[in-house]
């Protein structure tokens, strides 16, 4: 039986399929709510690989693919289904990987994201960045945040994206999407035009290297909002990394820079439901405060972690949002002290009790 990939696709909406994995020679998989599952579908030839890349691919990605041996891009098959693709080659032969990207509804309530987003969509200026590992829900963080914007204000917003994930539609905001290998060479040469183009917000898919960071550091410093994402945990690993990018030399001005535009960074996980037919949002949300703006500076950046915890100015750890969770009966105890980084802590905080003072001393002085 020949594969009907049009089928594969719109299975994975009703199926709440995240992902579609397509390999030569292999039954197609869908991942499931975290959960990799085979299904029941004949092996996939190697020429029914090549003819479905051959379809999806734009024909200014083909050579990408050819010489570089895999290749980011992305397709929508109505107005609200689109999918992030990844083609590559194994053992010379094509493979898929597909994400599906939900277009139903980006608002913050329905997504199970914290009120403080809203106060954060307010920034006028400044960088926003949304971590988290593969997977866990970055990119709808950033497209609920960029709809807000485009809901609420005027605005001139650039995104620069490899691919472009979510395509907006134009409300009080003006948007225009570049898309690296098709628009564009690269990040750091979109966000250099980019900041020649008049923009009031730019996006950037992700942070990948010095060179990036270090424009949309410059972008952020003189007057822009910019938003992105890097494959970070938490914020306090986020900080670090980001000053690691740049030689010791370098990174006592970094902090400086890095003190004075960083805004807000939003860490977050996908935790499964009660009724395992799901995953809801857990985020740590730290705000750059002056108390958070003078450990940068100081190079204390481990210490900014006791401050998330301590709740100033609507923060919130990881451990107080997973207590949230339970307390709404969406996870159960046992998986929040599953992905619990205190679980004495998250369990003072399931009760009601706070679970984190100032024992170190962070806050003497401020």
């Not at 992305?74 to 032969?93: E, L, M, P, V, W």
């Not at 250099?192 to 550091?217: F, K, N, S």
């Amino acid at each position: 039986m020949a594969i009907n990939f049009g089928q594969l696709l719109t299975n994975m909406e009703k199926i709440n399929a995240s992902d579609l994995h397509i390999k030569s020679g292999c039954k197609p998989i869908y991942r499931i709510n975290g959960k990799l599952v085979p299904i029941n579908h004949p092996a996939i030839s190697k020429e029914e690989v090549t003819a479905i890349v051959n379809k999806i691919l734009p024909e200014k990605l083909q050579e990408r693919l050819k010489k570089e041996g895999s290749c980011d891009f992305a397709f929508s098959i109505d107005a609200t289904t689109r999918f992030r693709t990844n083609a590559f080659y194994q053992k010379g032969t094509l493979s898929i990987a597909l994400r599906r990207l939900q277009y139903q509804d980006l608002s913050f309530e329905r997504l199970g994201l914290p009120i403080v987003l809203n106060n954060i969509c307010k920034y006028k200026r400044g960088m926003i960045l949304i971590t988290g590992p593969t997977g866990t829900g970055k990119s709808t963080t950033m497209a609920a945040i960029l709809e807000n914007i485009n809901s609420t204000r005027a605005e001139h917003i650039i995104t620069i994206e490899d691919p472009i994930e979510f395509v907006f539609l134009d409300k009080m905001s003006v948007i225009e999407q570049r898309e690296i290998g098709i628009d564009a060479r690269s990040f750091d040469e979109s966000l250099r035009h980019a900041l020649r183009q008049d923009p009031d917000v730019i996006l950037i898919g992700e942070m990948r290297d010095r060179e990036t960071i270090q424009i949309a550091i410059r972008a952020a410093m003189t007057g822009h909002l910019v938003i992105s994402t890097l494959h970070t945990i938490n914020a306090v690993h986020t900080v670090s990394r980001i000053v690691k990018y740049f030689p010791p030399e370098e990174q006592a001005s970094l902090r400086n820079e890095l003190a004075t535009c960083l805004k807000s960074v939003i860490s977050q996980r996908l935790i499964e439901t009660v009724e395992k037919k799901n995953r809801v949002p857990c985020m740590e949300v730290m705000i750059v405060n002056d108390t958070v703006r003078k450990l940068i500076r100081e190079n204390r950046i481990e210490d900014i972690e006791q401050i998330i915890r301590n709740g100033q100015d609507d923060m919130q750890s990881f451990d107080l949002s997973l207590s949230q969770l339970v307390k709404e009966g969406k996870i159960s105890m046992e998986t929040g002290e599953e992905y619990a980084d205190d679980i004495p802590g998250f369990r003072r905080l399931c009760k009601g009790v706070a679970s984190s003072t100032d024992r170190s001393g962070i806050l003497a002085g401020f």
